[in-house]
């Protein structure tokens, strides 16, 4: 996905250069006269940089505010999962934990998720602009384009090299003359002259140690007078730079070889080098010599063939049509009056701000985003007034009327594709919910009635209307789901916010809530603490995936908007499917932003869809190592305890209900999931406060050592007896009950923890 992301965004950026191309050309025609010879050739500048410059300020004085956002190629990349958002997708299998650091390949890089997405894309622009573009074959073919050109490019120059290693002039006379031009032009390097037939063209080749590249057929032509305007132009280009540029010049059509717009730009722009050098040339001389100078251009032209653009050398060689203009340039020659080159820099920073600038984004998350909020225009549906989603006796019915909630529900509906088979649903589970219903108020008072069921188990259900059955994408059922779960979804979302989500492939739906958060004064987790520390560690890293560093603002308040995102989460923390999306804010500026699972899991991924091993190289055990504080008495005092002492140690702080001696026995891994067992995923994590135990007394009645289980290394496994008291029975009664306990050395220096308690 990585080559195919890349494409998409020399698309882009081949387009946006393209324009800057276009209004560079109606610049220079406008100011033909006026502006001078060298500015007529740094203008081309901004198109160079509009080409290579993804990431600029938007502006609304930007020239491509004038030009639609929507397009088949730019429509695609908005549901097309990139290699670099996609953070390594894979199929894998969980350890006993939710918490466990997973590890992917780096091949396995594509999701169900995104191969439905892609689909569904496809037939949006298809049916949109009658065709859809396969990004994966044109970004190869692309590739190999590039690869070929670039190839040819080190072959011929490789060559060209070789060739510079022989035939070095030796010719006293021509010497002589070339040393009398480098003291004209003020050159002190030592350039050495290369005559080599092959070469057609008198030019300057190399960076470091530029040579000048001239035939005998030439030299042999020339007088020695014409001879030394020669050498003064290409001794220009070394002094102006342009075998550097040419350089660049040449990178840049290669990453945009496809583009004609391109290649006729960077022509033109050749030929303004020439004329500019040409100016520097004739600034030097005396003006009883221009009339020479033109004519020995004429002369050199006509015994020279048209080179071959592949060379990186800043030669002295025109088209025809360069040819007029250097004449023309030449007999016309004066030194410009100073008010035009103020006025020149000018026009450059006017042409600069209004095409090196982005147009102001318009998120478009199946609405319309105006700056600083958004809000649901363009798409709303005016046709519908209501929605009211019923789910039979299993809840109450929930009625919508915000417009992007109903836009959101309407354009699943219609984007459903037919069923064709329906025995396929015959298998759903037993836990499916079936004949639910929508019923859709029109806003004539027409009343429209969809029933759907789904089995979130397998993932998979349809839409019925008028008998007729049709299959949404199955985010639809977890949409509609959602807003029971969430009774007060907020559709107005900052533009700040949809920028940094759309950035990594995510639709926003809306904000779930708003939270004041005060983080912790530092993210040494203290054994027996609540595992807050933990969460916000584990959730920095997350965050500076992306650039963004949240640690500056330890032991202050910061803001924290929960959001629902359509997408699901990757494939590799299933069955977990619901992504929340967590923004942090440090008066009003995002601090931190990452994906969060919510309940029964608080950590997920990064933004880019990357693992806590992805982004730090570490499993959890590793990691967790850099967050213990070693220092403190409790966890010196337990890490000197044999595993057998660990067990007693936690089943008698349960008994006398001394929750803090209980969680210091726990890796800091079970902990953590305390953060989010039965979690409102209207919160962020359950609150100390929140959890409980449900313990009134527990009586370590007998421990025995389990052995020839395949196990981890350094994994110890215990059955115990204990005689239970719980508040409220809830999976148990009263009494004996036998639990089998893991235990691992959470660190070698913090010593054995229990890993997980289970019933057998």
């Known amino acids: 996905m990585a080559l195919e992301t890349f494409f998409k965004t020399v698309l882009s950026l081949s387009f946006m250069g393209s324009i800057m191309a276009g209004m560079i050309i109606l610049i220079k025609r406008l100011f033909n006269n006026k502006l001078s010879a060298s500015w007529h050739y740094y203008i081309w500048f901004l198109m160079i940089a509009r080409l290579i410059m993804p990431y600029t300020p938007e502006s609304p004085l930007s020239i491509f505010n004038l030009f639609p956002e929507t397009s088949p190629v730019f429509e695609t990349e908005q549901y097309i999962v990139n290699d670099n958002n996609a953070g390594n997708i894979a199929n894998v299998t969980p350890g006993d934990n939710d918490l466990q650091a997973f590890t992917v390949t780096e091949t396995d890089t594509v999701s169900n998720t995104q191969s439905r997405l892609t689909e569904k894309v496809n037939l949006n622009v298809q049916k949109k602009y009658g065709f859809y573009l396969n990004f994966k074959q044109v970004s190869i073919i692309y590739a190999a384009g590039a690869a070929i050109i670039l190839l040819y490019i080190i072959v011929i120059n490789l060559m060209l090299l070789l060739r510079t290693k022989k035939y070095i002039c030796r010719d006293d006379n021509v010497l002589k003359v070339f040393s009398e031009c480098k003291e004209i032009m003020k050159v002190k390097k030592d350039i050495p002259i290369i005559i080599e037939n092959n070469i057609r063209t008198p030019s300057l080749f190399g960076l470091a140690k530029p040579k000048l590249m001239i035939s005998s057929e030439i030299i042999d032509a020339l007088s020695e007078e014409e001879r030394r305007y020669v050498f003064m132009h290409e001794l220009a280009h070394l002094k102006r730079k342009d075998n550097f540029v040419n350089w660049i010049m040449l990178l840049v059509q290669i990453l945009h070889w496809f583009n004609p717009i391109v290649w006729f730009a960077f022509r033109k722009m050749r030929e303004d080098c020439e004329v500019a050098c040409d100016a520097y040339v004739l600034s030097r001389l005396n003006e009883a010599e221009h009339k020479k100078y033109g004519e020995t251009i004429i002369n050199l032209i006509k015994v020279i063939s048209k080179p071959s ?40 920073l006017a042409a600069g701000i209004a095409g090196l600038t982005n147009k102001v984004s318009i998120q478009k998350q199946t609405g319309n985003q105006e700056v600083g909020e958004y809000t649901y225009q363009e798409n709303s549906r005016s046709d519908v007034a209501k929605i009211e989603i019923s789910f039979g006796e299993w809840s109450e019915p929930i009625s919508i009327t915000d417009s992007k909630i109903i836009n959101d529900i309407m354009a699943m509906i219609e984007e459903s594709k037919p069923v064709t088979d329906e025995s396929r649903f015959d298998d759903m589970s037993g836990v499916a919910r079936r004949n639910n219903k929508i019923i859709i108020t029109q806003s004539d008072g027409g009343i429209k009635e969809v029933i759907f069921s789904y089995d979130y188990l397998y993932e998979t259900g349809y839409i019925e209307t008028d008998g007729e059955k049709a299959e949404p994408d199955y985010s639809f059922f977890r949409y509609i789901d959602s807003l029971f779960e969430y009774a007060n ?101 995002i601090v931190g932003a990452y994906i969060d699972a919510g309940r029964h899991n608080s950590f997920a991924c990064s933004l880019n869809r990357k693992t806590l091993t992805d982004i730090t190289g570490k499993q959890w055990d590793e990691w967790i190592e850099t967050y213990i504080d070693y220092e403190d008495e409790l966890e010196i005092r337990l890490s000197r305890m044999e595993p057998e002492d660990i067990i007693r140690e936690y089943f008698n702080a349960l008994d006398r209900n001394d929750i803090k001696a209980a969680r210091a026995c726990m890796t800091r891994r079970m902990l953590s999931e305390e953060l989010s067992r039965n979690l409102d995923n209207n919160y962020l994590y359950n609150r100390d406060k929140e959890v409980n135990y449900n313990i009134n007394s527990a009586k370590l009645l007998e421990i025995k050592q389990l052995k020839g289980f395949a196990n981890e290394q350094g994994v110890l496994e215990y059955q115990v007896m204990v005689d239970f008291d719980f508040v409220i029975p809830v999976t148990s009664e009263d009494g004996v009950w036998p639990r089998f306990v893991r235990l691992k050395k959470e660190s070698e220096k913090s010593g054995w923890r229990i890993d997980s308690i289970g019933t057998g």
């Open 309 to 348: 653009w592949i060379s990186i050398t800043a030669g002295m060689s025109s088209s025809r049509s360069g040819l007029k203009k250097r004449i023309r340039m030449i007999a016309m020659f004066r030194k410009n009056p100073w008010k035009w080159s103020v006025a020149a820099v000018i026009i450059i």
């Open 489 to 589: 979804p907020d559709t107005s979302i900052e533009h700040q916010v949809l920028q940094l989500f759309g950035k990594y492939n995510w639709t926003v739906d809306y904000r779930i809530n708003t939270l004041t958060e005060k983080l912790p004064g530092n993210l040494k987790h203290k054994a027996g603490e609540y595992p807050v520390k933990i969460y916000w560690a584990y959730n920095s890293e997350l965050s500076k995936e992306i650039g963004l560093d949240f640690t500056g603002y330890l032991g202050h308040d910061v803001t924290v908007d929960i959001y629902r995102l359509r997408e699901p989460l990757p494939e590799f923390i299933n069955p977990n499917n619901d992504a929340r999306g967590i923004i942090l804010k440090y008066k009003g500026e």
